[in-house]
C-alpha cells in the first residue's frame, strides 16, 4: 500500500470529505459491514508516474457520509 502526497482535499468519486487514502497496484477484498471506523470506501482508478494502473481507496468515516448513502 501506498499513501499518494498530492492526494485532493475531497473524494474525486463521490465530492465528500474522507478520512484517508491509500493506494493499491493489486488485489482488492472490501467488507464495510462489521466497520466501526468506516462506512463507504471510494475507488478511483489512475496511472501512476510510469503508467503502472493503480486504484485510490478514499475512506470515509461514519460522520463523514450520512447514514442514506449520500
Known amino acids: 500500500m501506498d499513501v ?3 492526494a ?10 474522507y478520512d484517508s487514502v491509500s493506494v493499491h497496484d ?3 477484498l472490501v ?3 462489521d466497520n466501526e471506523r468506516y462506512r463507504r470506501v ?3 482508478p489512475v496511472a501512476g508516474d510510469d503508467g ?3 486504484v485510490e481507496f478514499y475512506h470515509h468515516t461514519h ?8
Request: net charge negative; proline share 12%; hydrophobic share 35%.
Open 26 to 28: 493489486a488485489g482488492l
Open 42 to 44: 471510494c475507488f478511483e
Open 52 to 54: 503502472t494502473p493503480l
Open 8 to 17: 485532493p482535499a475531497t473524494c474525486p468519486t463521490c465530492g465528500a470529505e
Open 31 to 33: 467488507n464495510l459491514l
Open 63 to 70: 460522520e463523514q457520509v450520512a447514514a442514506d448513502g449520500e
Open 4 to 6: 499518494p502526497s498530492d
